[in-house]
């Protein structure tokens, strides 16, 4: 792991404010407190409300509508959210990916068509990498865009996308050249797909929770422009696995279930507080692993096997805290917990899943730690 930098007095502050602006926003009721909010809990409304204080596009530089702020204050703010249960699924995804993918990749012309309305809080993305059948293996995409006069041709399906029914556009991983046994990841590109444009086709996919976020999105022929070619045709594999660290290493990948963690510290769950302490533990190590990831990202350097250990370690925590708090309550709880007990257990299975199963990143941490 990356060294870990001390917060300061100032990201302490901020940290205050954020809860003090938190516990108004539920005392007006304009939002209740949920599990897994950052993936369920969609409000462009509260999004607006936070790109009003600078919380949106905080690493976004001022010239393309930011903030100009780092990865440690964005990290901070965050993590109050995540930890409040906020729901903030409107513009996770732009906030957290895309934009850094944007400034890294993106042409001026993407800069300064996305990046201020993703800072306002006003555009929505969504991420096309799965595809049926392919699980976690991105080089085995089948989807293509064919090169055509103006820009790329584009067939295929995309799956488990979160937001895509909302969402203004999304960034899909697609195979622009043949593609070579011996190179995988080689000839695979990024382009930026508007979801309202002809030829696509968004099919909700119904979680056994009864709530809708995934979609599969069939892409019949959709022409995209050639403006809207993210970086370079054919290294979309390298651009890929830079984002990654991103998606992988936030507090979103170990705080889903937090909610649940302050009910038991209460003692509204549980009825005891037998491995609280254990808990407390993995929560603060966890804490700490993420925050030395941030740092890494603030100061450029390479974050992606950190980033993995995060993620594998933080879904796990979540699905522990879902599992415990279920099984001291039991079946039909009757508690104002018990609602969100039954939705942890139920998301737990996607816990693992999405961003990489925890299978494959095991994989990626082993030559990872090998190599060096």
Same mark, same amino acid.
């Given at each position: 792991?990356?060294p ?8 302490g502050?901020?940290r ?9 926003e ?5 939002w209740?407190?949920g599990?897994d909010s950052?993936?369920t ?10 790109? #009003?204080?600078?919380w949106?596009?905080?690493?976004? +530089? ?13 990290f901070?703010v965050?993590? #109050?959210? /995540?930890?409040?249960?906020a ?10 990916q895309?934009?850094?993918?944007l *400034? ?9 068509a996305?990046?201020p ?15 049926p $059948?392919?699980? !976690?293996?991105?080089? !085995?995409?089948?989807?293509? &865009?064919?090169?055509?006069?103006g820009g790329?041709?584009?067939?295929? =399906?995309k ?26 990841? $080689?000839?695979?590109s990024?382009?930026i797909?508007? /979801?309202r ?7 909700p ?20 422009? $050639?403006?809207?070619l993210l &970086? ?7 651009q890929?696995?830079?984002? *990654? ?5 936030? +507090?979103?990948?170990?705080? !889903?279930?937090? /909610? ?6 209460s ?18 190590? /966890?804490?700490?692993m993420? *925050? ?6 603030q ?6 096997? +950190?980033?993995?250990?995060?993620k ?8 522990? %805290? ?6 001291? =309550?039991?079946?039909g709880?009757? !508690?104002?917990y018990?609602?969100? %007990? $039954? ?13 990489? =199963?925890?299978?494959?990143l095991? &994989?990626?941490?082993?030559r ?5």
């Open positions: 792991m990356p870990v930098t001390a917060e300061t007095p100032e990201l502050a901020l205050r404010e954020v809860r003090a602006f938190v516990d108004d539920i005392a007006h009721g304009r209740a407190p599990i950052w993936m809990g969609w409000d462009p409304s509260f999004s607006k409300r936070l790109a #009003e204080r600078g949106l596009g905080m690493t976004i +530089p001022a010239e393309y509508g930011g903030h100009g702020r780092g990865f440690l204050e964005r901070a965050t993590e #109050e959210l /995540l930890a409040a249960g729901p903030v699924g409107f513009h996770w995804i732009a906030d957290r895309v934009a850094p993918n *400034l890294r990749f993106g042409t001026e012309e993407q800069k300064q996305y990046l309305r993703i800072a306002a809080g006003e555009c929505s993305f969504a991420i096309g990498m799965s595809e $059948d392919s699980g !976690s293996d991105l080089a !085995s995409v089948r989807a293509r &865009g064919e090169k055509v006069d790329w041709r584009v067939t295929g =399906t799956v488990w996308t979160s937001g895509a029914h909302e969402a203004e556009a999304f960034i899909a991983l697609v195979r622009t050249a043949p593609a070579d046994p011996q190179h995988r990841h $080689d000839g695979l990024q382009l797909v508007d /979801l444009a002809p030829g696509v086709r968004i099919s996919i119904i979680s056994m929770t009864g709530r809708h976020h995934f979609n599969e999105v069939h892409l019949d022929g959709v022409l995209v422009p $050639d403006e809207r &970086g370079e045709a054919g290294s979309g594999w390298d890929v696995t830079s984002e *990654l660290a991103y998606e992988r290493s936030g +507090p979103e990948r170990w705080l !889903s279930t937090f /909610l649940l963690v302050r009910a038991w510290a003692g509204a769950v549980g009825g005891n507080g037998v491995g609280l302490g254990a808990t407390v533990a993995r929560l603060r190590a /966890l804490h700490q993420s *925050l030395a990831v941030a740092g890494a990202l100061a450029g350097c390479d974050a992606d096997l +950190p980033a993995a250990m995060v594998v370690l933080g879904t796990r925590f979540e699905g522990d %805290i879902a599992e415990r708090a279920h099984l001291a =309550t039991g079946p709880d009757s !508690s104002s018990g609602e969100a %007990i $039954d939705l942890a257990l139920l998301q737990r299975p996607g816990f693992t899943l999405r961003g990489g =199963t925890n299978e494959i095991r &994989g990626v941490i082993a990872g730690l090998g190599m060096r």
